[in-house]
């Protein structure tokens, strides 16, 4: 079964605007991670953000933050103040302490396109 | 400096033959993995190597089989090519193993297409 849910296929948003990429996820875990990745049109996997389940502050990366809400299982992205260079694909990722070897569950994606 | 780099990035042949694929990484990591992202992006685990040890080997056809001669280089080798292997391939790489914040750097994919 999926375990990291990424509804939203793709998005446009304006530049300078904020955009919300949703990601829930599914583990019976107490202890897990989850990350964000960028994967611009020239393929490469960028490592973007990562929260803990027991950090207490949402996590933030410059221009990113993480809504992490974890009665509801999810970690939505926020890219405040979009750029044109922020049009790529966004994935959200997991790993569970069930899991001791590191593995990461990756979401579908998210495609966002970022306009004038 | 390129952290986690793979040669080749591209790699065109014919079904049927057999190639490598070649993954090192300059960061000191002690975990290296293969990833396979399909044509609709999804992104999955094949392998992963700790300290030169296999301790992840999802559900991969046999004909893909990686090698970690030491713990900065993990290559892919895969026989007898389908049409099916056409993929982009991620190598990537961890300080530690399992360590919950343990963030994994990816090289840049290779893409690989069978003919």
């Known amino acids: 079964a999926q375990k990291i849910t990424q509804t939203q296929p793709g998005m446009f948003v304006q530049e300078k605007e904020a955009v919300t990429l949703d990601c829930t996820y599914d583990t019976s875990d107490p202890s897990y991670g989850l990350f964000w990745y960028k994967q611009p049109s020239s393929g490469e996997m960028i490592f973007l953000i990562y929260q803990g389940s027991y950090d207490q502050q949402n996590a933030t990366e410059g221009r990113y933050s993480l809504n992490f809400q974890k009665a509801r299982k999810s970690a939505n992205l926020v890219i405040s103040a979009s750029q044109l260079g922020d049009s790529a694909m966004y994935f959200c990722a997991m790993r569970e302490t069930t899991d001791s070897w590191g593995k990461f569950q990756f979401g579908a994606g998210t495609q966002v396109v970022v306009t004038p | ?115």
């Not at chain 2, 190639?19 to 685990?45: A, P």
């Not at chain 2, 993990?74 to 982009?88: F, P």
């Not at chain 2, 391939?89 to 961890?94: D, I, L, V």
């Open chain 2, 1 to 115: 400096d390129t952290a986690v780099s793979q040669t080749p990035k591209y790699l065109v042949t014919q079904m049927g033959n057999d190639k490598s694929i070649k993954c090192e990484q300059n960061l000191g990591h002690d975990t290296m993995y293969w990833y396979k992202q399909d044509s609709k992006k999804f992104l999955k685990i094949m392998f992963s190597y700790n300290n030169k040890e296999l301790i992840i080997n999802e559900t991969v056809p046999n004909r893909f089989s990686p090698k970690s001669p030491d713990k900065a280089h993990l290559n892919l080798h895969i026989n007898s090519l389908e049409l099916g292997d056409s993929a982009v391939y991620f190598c990537a790489s961890s300080q530690e193993r399992g360590g919950l914040a343990d963030t994994q750097y990816f090289g840049p994919g290779t893409r690989l297409t069978v003919l």
